[in-house]
């Protein structure tokens, strides 16, 4: 599985834009790249998942250069509730049953 | 609610006693994972099953714990003879394999059983 690098925390403010930007240099030609967020006390819950250039839903922009050997989780405009540990795994579908988190990024917003 | 849901949220026990969780996944999804959670780190994977089959399980998963889906629906996981170190968050998740057509299944995740072995 490709080792994922991200910061351990990153500090902002409400109404700011917030970038998390995952290292995947030893990414696989099958490899996706997905994003969970974790609040306190619950489980992991998906935000977004792709493959190569841009992904964007209602929650978060993923961003992936051409060489895809880093990502960048881009979450608009963001309130008090994103408050969250966010994790970059990378892998392929054959293996997606095994999940491998590292120690993810904890992201504080302050009013 | 229709999300998966674990009992209890919370376990207290003494070392050397036996616990058992519940998971109770979104219904018809086929595939159905145990995590566990340390403070400060990510899940790290257990097992999973698929219906009724448990496929893999991680070197993490001693032969202390046991886990089962009897029926492809809801699944239990026993811990016994409980150590300290077995002082975690368990976490289930679940997903519709095959589900995507392309990349990888979403796993949706439950609220966890936090344990705390005294």
């Known amino acids: 599985l490709a080792k994922t690098t991200q910061p351990i925390s990153m500090d902002s403010y409400e109404g700011q834009e917030v970038n998390i930007t995952c290292s995947h240099n030893?990414?696989?030609?099958?490899?996706?790249i997905t994003w969970y967020q974790q609040f306190p006390s619950q489980g992991p819950r998906f935000i977004i998942q792709?493959?190569?250039t841009k992904v964007t839903n209602e929650v978060a922009s993923l961003f992936i250069p051409a060489d895809r050997k880093s990502s960048t989780l881009s979450l608009p405009r963001v309130s008090l509730s994103d408050t969250a540990v966010y994790y970059c795994?990378?892998?392929?579908?054959?293996?997606?049953?095994?999940?491998?988190f590292g120690a993810g990024t904890t992201v504080t917003v302050r009013a | 609610d229709t999300g998966v849901s674990q009992d209890p949220r919370h376990k207290i026990t003494k070392r050397g006693q036996n616990v058992t969780f519940r998971c109770d996944p979104i219904?018809?999804?086929?595939?159905l994972y145990w995590y566990r959670q340390t403070l400060g780190q990510g899940p790290e994977f257990l097992t999973y099953?698929?219906?009724?089959?448990?496929?893999?399980k991680s070197r993490l998963l001693s032969d202390r714990f046991s886990a089962e889906r009897p029926k492809g629906s809801f699944s239990t996981l026993e811990i016994q003879r409980t150590e300290q170190g077995d002082s975690a968050m368990y976490l289930c998740?679940?997903?519709?394999?095959?589900?995507?057509?392309?990349?990888?299944?979403?796993?949706?995740f439950g609220p966890g059983t936090r344990l705390t072995v005294l």
């Open positions: 792709g493959y190569k």
């Open positions: 030893n990414i696989a030609t099958n490899d996706y």
């Open positions: 219904s018809e999804h086929n595939r």
């Open positions: 099953f698929q219906n009724e089959a448990q496929l893999e």
């Open positions: 795994l990378v892998g392929p579908p054959s293996n997606d049953y095994k999940l491998s």
């Open positions: 998740a679940s997903s519709l394999f095959g589900s995507e057509l392309a990349g990888t299944d979403t796993q949706y």
